[in-house]
């Protein structure tokens, strides 16, 4: 009798206990899937955020966000360029490896009507958190292209790669989107408008003169191609700087234009209002929202309540305006009672752009503080940039780890947090960082890193275990212009190959650990293992090279060059291609 009662006993006690254990279970599930929150600035230097010592710069949001978490002081981006930077940030992978990098001069998606752009094979941390009941949205600049053979099938849009909800650009601010802020193709138009008119203007006036003096007697029909050459392209240029406005630098939601040309006024406070919106709509089901500043790249813009109030110009004011709407979200996450569910990442997609300097003689690029270089090169200024988490409940606050990261880690960092597999069709460069967050390990799993300057292998860093030393070779620099300057100035970029760069056998060797500013190239005199670093160094190279199958290049000129019939253009708008849906609602609202 007594065993039944024990019997009984057992029974009835299994119920709760069990009730207990798939409690237990569903909060650690929750606490595992985090909301995640990836805010991405555009040229943002290392030396900007105040958090990074920046003393006369307000970035008291940014500094929060910090103080909070963690903060990375060895943070890389897998390339210092807009388009394969944000390639290997969205999928954990080389640029190289998805042919998003480049083999000619320019590194970075001009039209929107070109016809490269992210492959559809490849996978995006959005497509897998989306797998795993996440609900996903990019809010401002993507700049991985648009469409592949029709205007319609948006082969490259952030909806077909793994986002429920877009908002914002799709390809990057430039001067040109700005009436007034000069032009990023300058030198083109030198190389293909000026001279040409200038020497069929010569060639005209000798002509005439020939034909005065009775010298030569040049045909009528000569004169008259040589005008009709000279009016063609004057028209064009004329229509190019009539229409690259309108037909690049437009503001999309979903696949449906917006606001074409874009408008610069309260730009960001639109995109804050549209990040907070989505927050709001998924309060009760983990989300992934990418948050992709326009700020700072130029054009550089802020609203009327930060402009001219900063102590560094334009720029400044971008910066703090910018800090405004970080610190918009995270108030809205202690609103909501999210902020220790929600894991948080600041970065930069690149370093500052010391060449962008306005034509009043303005600097209206960054601070990328004791580094070297910037934009567009490898030097530790080109690829160091902030690197910030916070997870308040699982992340301890007032951290910083000086091991060397990589912004594609992000990829699986976010999915394992998620649930995801990783794919295991593909090789994935990223690591996961939650081991060195929460303090299981003081060590990167980075052995190696590799510096790309566009599809160019420009540099190798090497952290050995068991040392504290990181090694980094170069076998190309660029040359600085002019010579002693920090920049390439007299091309606005540093470029890859040619005569723009500098080739070195044996490579360039520093040790970043204890030269960070890469002012004292090391020697077999100055380091006894020189060459014995060089040559592991080289055999990593040589491993890593042999991993990348040749892939379809998204830069050739096939892919680079506008496509009339790619180009997407307002409905109902006529030629002009020109339209405000955002005041017509706003208009209706009221």
């Known amino acids: 009798m007594a065993q039944d009662h024990l019997q009984l006993f057992i029974a009835k006690m299994k119920i709760p206990f069990l009730l207990l254990f798939f409690l237990w279970e569903a909060e650690s599930h929750t606490a595992s899937r985090p909301n995640i929150i990836l805010v991405m600035a555009d040229d943002l230097g290392i030396g900007d955020p105040g958090c990074y010592g920046n003393k006369t710069l307000r970035t008291p ?11 990375l002081t060895q943070h890389l ?43 559809t094979n490849e996978i995006t941390f959005a497509k897998l958190l989306k797998d795993q009941g996440y609900s996903t949205a990019l809010i401002g600049k993507w700049h991985l292209g648009m469409s592949c053979h029709s205007k319609t099938d948006f082969c490259h849009h952030p909806l077909h790669h793994g986002f429920d909800y877009f908002y914002g650009i799709s390809l990057t601010n430039l001067r040109d989107c ?14 293909l408008v000026f001279i040409p008119l200038q020497i069929i203007g010569v060639t005209l006036l000798t002509f005439a003169a020939l034909n005065c003096l009775g010298l030569l007697r040049v045909p009528l029909g000569i004169f008259f191609s040589l005008l009709f050459l000279a009016a063609l392209i004057l028209t064009l240029f004329l229509g190019f700087l009539h229409y690259f406005r309108p037909l690049n630098c437009f503001m999309m939601r979903n696949y449906e234009i917006i606001q074409q040309p874009m408008s610069y006024d309260n730009l960001t406070q639109r995109l804050t209002v549209e990040a907070a919106q989505f927050i709001q709509r998924n309060t009760e089901t983990p989300f992934l929202l990418v948050l992709s500043y326009l700020h700072v790249h130029t054009a550089l813009f802020s609203s009327k ?11 400044g004011d971008a910066v703090e ?61 080109g690829i160091r940039v902030p690197g910030i988490l916070r997870w308040p409940r699982v992340i301890q606050a007032g951290q910083k780890i000086d ?93 890859c190959f040619g005569s723009y760069v500098t080739h070195h056998d044996p490579p360039l060797l520093f040790d970043i650990s204890k030269d960070p500013r890469e002012r004292n190239p090391l020697t077999p005199a100055t380091e006894p293992r020189f060459y014995e670093i060089l040559k592991v160094i080289q055999e990593a190279a040589d491993r890593h090279t042999q991993t990348l199958p040749e ?17 997407l253009c307002c409905p109902s708008s006529g030629l002009s291609c020109q339209c405000d849906r955002e005041k017509q609602d706003k208009r209706l609202s009221h």
């Not at 300097?357 to 070297?372: A, F, R």
């Not at 090694?471 to 920090?486: E, M």
Request: charged share 20%.
């Open 178 to 191: 700005k009436p007034g802020e000069g032009s990023v193709f300058t030198t083109a138009f030198k190389r």
């Open 77 to 119: 981006a897998a390339s210092p360029l807009c388009t394969p930077s944000r390639a290997a940030f969205m999928t954990g992978r080389y640029p190289v490896r998805s042919g998003m990098a480049s083999w000619s001069r320019t590194g970075v998606f001009l039209f929107t009507a070109s016809s490269g752009g992210l492959p």
């Open 403 to 495: 091991e060397p990261t990589s912004n594609m880690d992000i990829f699986p960092t976010v999915a394992k947090l998620a649930g995801a597999p990783l794919p295991e069709d593909r090789i994935i460069d990223g690591r996961d960082l939650m081991p060195l967050l929460e303090g299981k390990s003081q060590r990167s799993d980075h052995e190696f890193l590799f510096h790309y300057c566009n599809a160019y292998l420009n540099a190798v860093r090497w952290h050995p275990q068991n040392s504290t030393s990181i090694w980094k070779a170069f076998f190309f620099t660029p040359n600085f212009n002019p010579v002693g300057s920090n920049g390439c100035f007299a091309t606005h970029v540093c470029f």
């Open 321 to 381: 305006e910018m800090d405004w709407s970080v610190g918009q979200i995270l108030n809205l996450l202690d609103e909501l009672r999210l902020a220790n569910d929600t894991l948080i990442y600041f970065t930069s997609d690149q370093g500052a752009h010391v060449e962008e300097v306005s034509s009043k003689g303005e600097i209206h690029g960054g601070s990328n503080g004791i580094y070297k270089g910037g934009k567009a090169n490898n030097w530790e200024g």
């Open 305 to 315: 309540d930060f402009a001219g109030k900063s102590k560094h110009g334009v720029y």
């Open 61 to 71: 949001n940014i500094d929060r966000l910090a103080s909070g978490g963690v903060k």
């Open 551 to 567: 892939v379809p290049n998204q830069f050739s000129w096939d892919n680079f060059l506008w496509k009339p019939w790619l180009q």
